[in-house]
């Protein structure tokens, strides 16, 4: 399997190639050209019940497509904004991703879900992660371009634009302001990041954009 | 007449230079910037193809503009001037020869030169409703540069045998091409389930020899992430 991202950082097209009877799997609606040698077929994100809730609870999508080549081929696939796309080669690392982020694994990858916290679920950014670990490749999609920092200490990053961190990493989420605002708004979170490893973190976040485009829908 | 591309991304566009005989058809509204001495000439048709009201209302169809900007110079001198798209993406220059046509799906038209000619042509039922690029298709013939843009980075793709695109990611193809409406993920009642299950719809089926421009990114896409994070419209 072979990788090529193209775009980046503003926006980026990731092309997978693949040799016959490989496989890698892709966020729902995340193709946009393939070789016509490719199959696909339905796959569970991270186990059945835990798909389900997601579903029922965050609205987002319940299966990944599984794409395999038949003779060798490729397929190239997108976010559904306009951003970069991050290659990470797990190598026995485990990777906590928001839910959006998330964008095609080898099959190699374990994926779980998790949950994030009672506060997140007002957040507008979902209620759950996905714990993605063991070895192969990820690539996870942004809004905007990435920065990856290196945390050792202490770190706050606001809770639309955290994209990804190390597992290794303990955090936790807190209204910016006091809980009224924190309710209100459904913005203002933020999570506070503590230990060593990397966090990525995005440079838009999707919730403030529709808030700036509210005012210029009318009609 | 020169034309240049200029920053690839997110927030390409176009410049133009043209000598004093040249002239140059754009979408109304593509124009940003110009030298003074440019002749701006609006209408409803270009210059040399034929169609009056009846092809400009096509022409909304297919989401280009209704009206058409030709620009020449004034003075003799040379004229230059920038023409940027809608959307933000990158552009991408086509030279016609003549010897096939051209098809630019909704809204992916820019502007072309002198003797390129514009039509607007019915898709069909079925590439219409399930091909994700619109009713009508805007189809360009004659020798000379044509502009198009796309939502996010462009392709070109030579197309050797078979190839498919997810609709509404096809920026323009050679009609030398063959375009089917297909699923995903095989053919039949099980194809079509797989594909909607796994999100991915109808895809276009190019088959022959050609090349197709594909956009990485898709506006029904993501009006479907934005869309829901936004307020009823009251």
Redesign the interface.
């Given at each position: 399997m072979n990788i090529t991202i193209d775009g980046n950082p503003d926006a980026a097209e990731a092309t997978i190639s693949l040799a016959e009877g490989e496989s890698f799997l892709a966020e729902s609606g995340a193709m946009t050209r393939m070789s016509p040698s490719v199959q696909i077929k339905p796959r569970l994100k991270g186990g059945f019940l835990s798909s389900l809730a997601r579903k029922a609870l965050g609205g987002e999508s319940f299966v990944m497509g599984e794409f395999t080549a038949q003779q060798p081929g490729e397929v190239s696939i997108a976010n559904t904004t306009p951003g970069t796309i991050l290659h990470r080669r797990l190598d026995g690392e485990s990777l906590v991703v928001t839910a959006g982020a998330f964008l095609a694994c080898s099959p190699q990858v374990n994926v779980s879900t998790k949950t994030h916290g009672f506060r997140q679920l007002f957040s507008g950014q979902g209620a759950f992660v996905l714990e993605c670990s063991g070895r192969g490749d990820l690539l996870l999609a942004s809004f905007g371009s990435v920065i990856e920092k290196k945390v050792e200490g202490n770190f706050t990053v606001d809770t639309g634009h955290a994209v990804a961190w190390a597992s290794s990493l303990d955090y936790k989420i807190r209204g910016m302001g006091n809980l009224k605002s924190t309710l209100l708004s459904g913005e203002g979170l933020v999570m506070d990041f503590s230990g060593v490893g990397t966090v990525w973190v995005q440079t838009r976040n999707l919730a403030g954009f529709s808030h700036w485009l509210v005012p210029f829908c009318k009609g | 007449m020169e034309i240049t591309i200029r920053d690839t991304?997110?927030?390409g566009h176009v410049d133009v230079t043209l000598d004093n005989d040249d002239a140059f058809t754009s979408e109304a509204g593509a124009l940003f910037k110009m030298t003074s001495n440019t002749m701006l000439t609006t209408s409803s048709r270009k210059k040399g193809s034929g169609g009056g009201i009846f092809a400009a209302a096509k022409r909304m169809l297919a989401s280009a503009s209704f009206f058409l900007t030709e620009y020449s110079s004034k003075d003799g001198e040379p004229v230059q001037l920038s023409l940027a798209p809608l959307m933000?993406?990158?552009c991408a220059k086509i030279e016609l020869d003549d010897s096939c046509r051209w098809y630019c799906t909704g809204g992916s038209w820019i502007g072309c030169g002198r003797d390129v000619s514009i039509d607007t042509e019915f898709a069909g039922f079925k590439k219409g409703m399930a091909g994700g690029e619109g009713m009508f298709y805007i189809v360009c013939s004659g020798t000379g540069p044509m502009i198009v843009s796309a939502f996010?980075?462009i392709?070109k793709?030579q197309v050797r045998?078979?190839?498919?695109?997810?609709s509404g990611?096809v920026v323009a193809y050679q009609d030398t091409l063959h375009v089917d409406v297909g699923n995903?993920?095989?053919s039949g009642f099980g194809g079509f389930v797989?594909?909607g299950?796994?999100?991915?719809?109808f895809?276009m089926?190019f088959t022959g020899n050609g090349t197709v421009y594909?956009?990485?990114?898709?506006p029904t896409?993501?009006g479907?992430?934005?869309g829901?994070?936004?307020?009823e419209?009251s």
């Open positions: - | 991304g997110l927030f933000p993406g990158d996010g980075k392709q793709i045998g078979e190839y498919n695109v997810d990611h995903a993920s095989g797989t594909s299950l796994v999100g991915e719809g895809v089926k594909t956009q990485s990114h898709s896409r993501l479907k992430t934005v829901p994070t936004l307020p419209r």
